[in-house]
């Protein structure tokens, strides 16, 4: 070995032993940690449950009238106001044939005519005898007659008029129209009702989720218990958080809650209203949603950081009488959002140590690195 490798390794020795005790602490020396103080607090009830977009209402739009289409009048994926035209249909068939039944109309009502004038005719002369009753009844039953085709061929008139004006297909609904489903020149028809576009309205939308009656009965226990508080007008707020870890700007609230238990899955099905102004909820997305179901009183939380979680239960490190680092198991209860619910293990004014977890060992000394001014930090080891 060369006489500069010898020294080289020298110095990265006496570099790594250098560091090595600059970052182990000295034996008796307090270890500067961060400790929350345990106090009853109230924390918000956040059940968090996997949901689904749906449109607040859906139409179907389908033919009205046999015929070829002519043309498309709406833009794919647009929104259309209601009664807006979205295609226009043939109308020519309907036409002739809407054309006939008026000229129908015109020859039923000379006739008509023609009958009440005989009856008109008719009256004065059976009162002197002129005619026999039997002829008088008969132009009556004519006229009755000619009045009654008059009245059935108006009605078929206007039939006719309504066939004339499905002609133009127009949205039942406002919202955003779909996909076409038939194009210029294709043949729809009324018996089958042919399928021509959709139109969802997403704004408002919903959001529907489902959750298991076993906790449904919890939260109506915690209620009548006092353990949960609602707002003053039961109102439940709901946030969404997309796939991507980002959360949803607007709030919706619950405005359904299914009062019959789903046999197959034992869940209770609740759905969600959302503002959707930008459309950026749609129709079949997923979305995780937070449900806000009112706050928990009288509860102990800690961070959970502050935690360490085995399959034989929770532990914290808690600053002891002594200022030393002990551990304390503890129970646990929910995880509401970045805190721990403990239902046993802690009382009100136990220090639980929340930084430099890794370093300690129970009894090593501590020192309160978050202690105000003034106040007398945890006592060192002799």
């Known amino acids: 070995?060369?006489?500069?490798?010898?020294?080289?390794?020298?110095?990265?020795?006496?570099?790594?032993?250098?560091?090595?005790?600059?970052?182990?602490?000295?034996?008796?020396?307090?270890?500067?940690?961060?400790?929350?103080?345990?106090?009853?607090?109230?924390?918000?009830?956040?059940?968090?449950?996997?949901?689904?977009?749906?449109?607040?209402r859906v139409a179907e739009v389908r033919a009205r009238v046999t015929g070829i289409v002519q043309q498309r009048l709406y833009e794919e994926g647009t929104d259309v106001g209601q009664g807006q035209p979205l295609f226009r249909i043939d109308p020519a068939e309907l036409r002739a044939?809407?054309?006939?039944?008026?000229?129908?109309?015109?020859?039923?009502?000379?006739?008509?005519?023609?009958?009440?004038?005989?009856?008109?005719r008719y009256r004065p002369l059976v009162a002197e005898n002129a005619i026999s009753g039997q002829e008088f009844d008969a132009a009556q039953a004519a006229a009755r007659e000619a009045n009654a085709n008059v009245a059935q061929i108006q009605a078929q008139l206007r039939?006719?008029?309504?066939?004339?004006?499905?002609?133009?297909?127009?949205?039942?609904?406002?919202?955003?129209?779909?996909?076409?489903?038939?194009?210029?020149?294709?043949?729809?028809?009324?018996?089958e009702g042919t399928l021509m576009t959709r139109i969802e309205q997403i704004s408002p939308i919903y959001v529907s989720f489902s959750q298991s009656a076993t906790e449904v009965l919890q939260i109506r226990?915690?209620?009548?218990?006092?353990?949960?508080?609602?707002?003053?007008?039961?109102?439940?707020?709901v946030r969404l958080v997309f796939p991507d870890g980002t959360e949803y700007e607007l709030p919706g609230l619950i405005e359904f809650l299914d009062f019959s238990v789903d046999e197959a899955t034992g869940t209770v099905e609740l759905r969600a209203e959302f503002p959707n102004p930008d459309g950026l909820l749609l129709s079949g997305e997923f979305v995780n949603a937070r449900i806000y179901a009112g706050k928990k009183t009288g509860v102990i939380a800690i961070p959970q950081r502050a935690v360490s979680v085995a399959d034989s239960g929770g532990t914290v490190m808690i600053?002891?009488?002594?200022?030393?680092?002990?551990?304390?198991?503890?129970?646990?209860?929910?995880?509401?959002?970045?805190?721990?619910?403990?239902?046993?293990?802690?009382?009100?004014?136990d220090r639980v140590i929340v930084s430099n977890l890794q370093k300690l060992q129970p009894g090593m000394p501590v020192q309160i690195a978050n202690a105000p001014t003034g106040q007398k930090p945890a006592a060192k080891a002799d």
């Open 97 to 120: 044939s809407y054309a006939q039944t008026q000229a129908s109309l015109e020859r039923a009502r000379a006739t008509a005519a023609n009958a009440n004038a005989v009856v008109a």
């Open 319 to 349: 600053v002891d009488k002594d200022g030393k680092a002990a551990v304390r198991p503890v129970e646990l209860g929910e995880l509401v959002g970045d805190k721990w619910i403990v239902t046993s293990g802690l009382k009100p004014g």
């Open 1 to 56: 070995m060369t006489p500069i490798r010898t020294l080289l390794l020298f110095c990265l020795g006496f570099l790594a032993a250098a560091c090595s005790s600059a970052d182990a602490p000295q034996e008796g020396q307090a270890i500067p940690v961060r400790t929350v103080t345990v106090a009853m607090t109230d924390l918000d009830n956040i059940l968090e449950l996997p949901g689904r977009v749906e449109p607040v």
């Open 221 to 237: 226990r915690a209620i009548a218990a006092g353990n949960l508080d609602l707002s003053p007008d039961d109102a439940v707020e």
């Open 159 to 191: 039939a006719a008029s309504l066939q004339l004006g499905y002609t133009t297909v127009r949205a039942p609904i406002a919202g955003r129209a779909g996909r076409a489903a038939v194009t210029e020149g294709a043949l729809v028809s009324q018996p």
